[in-house]
């Protein structure tokens, strides 16, 4: 996680790193990921504005969660860059061979992505890496 379960402080990362980018200042390399994830989704540039960061996204309202997709797309990178957990760089060699861009091989593998996570919240323990990756394999 970028930094920890503060949803505030977490969504100032998007907005800082967002402005940074644009003003054309040097980057972390979390930041340089953070704005990348940023400039593919030009539909929630609108939601990068500090008077709209605490706004809420319930399921029920059908309105997607910017920050959570943009997030599902890092951590999915990260695992990528960082071969964890183990076997992911194959998978995403596999997905990506069926579509049509990376960020769509990214769409793809992100309801494994959220089901492990879900499923490790509402059990309290740590995802399954042999479910995720085995549903991984299944869009493949």
Known sequence: MLYGNDREQLRKVY?????????????????????????EHPEYHQQLDPDRIDRDYPPESGAANPFLHMGMHIALREQIASARPAGIIELHRAIL???????????????CLAEALWQAQRTGTAPDEAVYLDCLRKRG
């Open 15 to 39: 907005l800082d790193s967002w402005r940074k980018h644009q003003d054309g200042l040097p980057l972390t390399p979390m930041e340089h990921r953070v704005a990348e994830v940023i400039a």
């Open 97 to 111: 061979r069926g579509a049509a861009s990376a960020h769509d091989a990214e769409h793809r593998m992100m309801d």
